[in-house]
């Protein structure tokens, strides 16, 4: 157990139904990432928040995908209209902000399936 | 940040020694290689990470070339419960910018009783 949480673990849901993912980090992390991973590939970066700011942003985060990060503690994020591509691992990772490395810690991950 | 090669998979018997190459040919100076790995459905852990020197932690050490070109992962005794796909990942640190990891495939060890 890192100290990432992420709720739920696993949602099975129809396409076009929209769909939420909770993520807790380690309390006194300031960074907070979004991760894709589809199988058998490794983890595709989505988004990058630093405190409540979300400072980075993949060409993977269509339109239908948003993350927020409201008080700079957990985070949210939302895919709307799912579609069956969107079927994947999504992790949440968090660090500290330090200017010489950063160590990510990352969450269990949610496994959506999307029928 | 830098590309990294890594063999897809590789196998150990169990109690001896893994070493996991990563070549990173292109690696800038101030570019950490870290070192996470990923048990079946399980999200990543981090192992290791390093600059210039070796370093060692209770779980492995990290070997870095002088070029720093390329490096290796180091389970001194592997155990079956090491059996996973290991990323070798190269990033430079930033403020703002730039934090995320780029992951690749990376090697799918499996541990041999």
């Known amino acids: 157990d890192t100290g990432v949480s992420q709720d739920p673990r696993h949602k099975i849901t129809k396409r076009g139904q929209n769909v939420t993912f909770r993520c807790d980090p380690i309390?006194?992390?300031?960074?907070l990432y979004w991760y894709r991973q589809t199988l058998g590939q490794g983890p595709e970066f989505l988004t990058y928040f630093q405190n409540e700011a979300q400072l980075e942003k993949s060409r993977l985060l269509s339109d239908r995908f948003s993350a927020e990060r409201p008080k700079g503690s957990f985070s949210t994020l939302e895919i709307q209209r799912t579609e069956q591509g969107d079927s994947a691992m999504y992790l949440c990772a968090s660090s500290l902000g330090r200017d010489s490395d950063n160590e990510q810690f990352f969450g269990p991950g949610t496994r959506l399936t999307v029928l | 940040d830098a590309k990294t090669t890594q063999p897809p998979s590789m196998d150990c018997a169990e109690g001896r020694a893994a070493n996991l190459p990563c070549n990173h040919s292109t690696i800038s100076g101030n570019e950490y290689v870290y070192w996470y790995r990923q048990i079946h459905s399980q999200g990543p852990q981090y192992i290791i990470h390093g600059l210039k020197n070796n370093e060692t932690n209770e779980m492995a050490s990290l070997i870095i070339t002088e070029d720093r070109k390329s490096s290796t992962l180091i389970l001194p005794h592997a155990t079956l419960r090491d059996t996973a796909v290991y990323y070798c990942i190269v990033r430079a640190p930033s403020k703002n910018t730039g934090n995320q990891f780029y992951f690749g495939t990376g090697t799918s060890l499996t541990v041999i009783p």
């Open positions: 309390s006194e992390h300031n960074r």
